[in-house]
T-cell receptor, first 113, second 110 residues
Framework: GQQVMQIPQYQHVQEGEDFTTYCNSS?????IQWYKQRPGGHPVFLIQ?????EVKKQKRLTFQFGEAKKNSSLHITATQTTDVGTYFC?????????????FGKGTHLIIQP | DTGVSQNPRHKITKRGQNVTFRCDPI?????LYWYRQTLGQGPEFLTY????????KSRLLSDRFSAERPKGSFSTLEIQRTEQGDSAMYLC????????FGEGSRLTVL
């Protein structure tokens, strides 16, 4: 079945530093979604990427979808304490007809003030 | 509140007991999903409905697990003969495109 691998598992940064998390798949993805989960909270949708090479920005967050549609990244510029949480990528199985999103294990972002 | 609602929020039960969780999705969403999440892990897909039809079930979903969505609105997830390994957060989500998650139902099996 579909698997998406995320790295790193944990990332410690100083407030104001940049942060990047990467999502990789062994198969071509039809689309990829990113979610954020605050400590003690539930996952909240951030964005969906569909097109090869697509880049989308939301304020300090930049999302990229690879040209081969097998990888994606989320970059946060100048982190703030409100960015703390776990960032998940999620994808549907493009070949198996399954509609359930498969989530990566997430990257836990820890910010030191 | 027009978000996804789940109850109970917390359930502590003894091994071998049955438990049932309820999810009320966002009203105009025809898709409803159940996920399970353990500490430090990403949500694991369990099953999904489009309206009242259960279209997909994960291999993670053993015979002790059953989900229903009888009228295409709310859904229930029942776990029979609970085991300690069933302890987790059970998340419900509804969608048109992206997933909107509820707060989850935390199950602790003693």
């Amino acid at each position: 079945g579909q698997q998406v691998m995320q790295i790193p598992q944990y990332q410690h940064v100083q407030e104001g530093e940049d942060f990047t998390t990467y999502c990789n798949s062994s198969t071509t993805l039809s689309n990829i979604q990113w979610y954020k989960q605050r400590p003690g909270g539930h996952p909240v949708f951030l964005i969906q990427l569909v097109k090869s090479g697509e880049v989308k920005k939301q304020k300090r967050l930049t999302f990229q979808f690879g040209e081969a549609k097998k990888n994606s990244s989320l970059h946060i510029t100048a982190t703030q304490t409100t960015d703390v949480g776990t960032y998940f990528c999620a994808a549907t199985d493009p070949g198996g007809g399954a509609d359930g999103l498969t989530f990566g294990k997430g990257t836990h972002l820890i910010i030191q003030p | 509140d027009t978000g996804v609602s789940q109850n109970p929020r917390h359930k502590i039960t003894k091994r071998g007991q049955n438990v049932t969780f309820r999810c009320d999705p966002i009203s105009e969403h025809n898709r409803l999903y159940w996920y399970r999440q353990t500490l430090g892990q990403g949500p694991e897909f369990l099953t999904y409905f489009q309206n009242e039809a259960q279209l997909e079930k994960s291999r993670l979903l053993s015979d002790r697990f059953s989900a229903e969505r009888p009228k295409g609105s709310f859904s229930t997830l029942e776990i029979q003969r609970t085991e300690q390994g069933d302890s987790a957060m059970y998340l419900c989500a509804s969608s048109l495109t992206e997933l909107f998650f509820g707060e989850g139902s935390r199950l602790t099996v003693l």
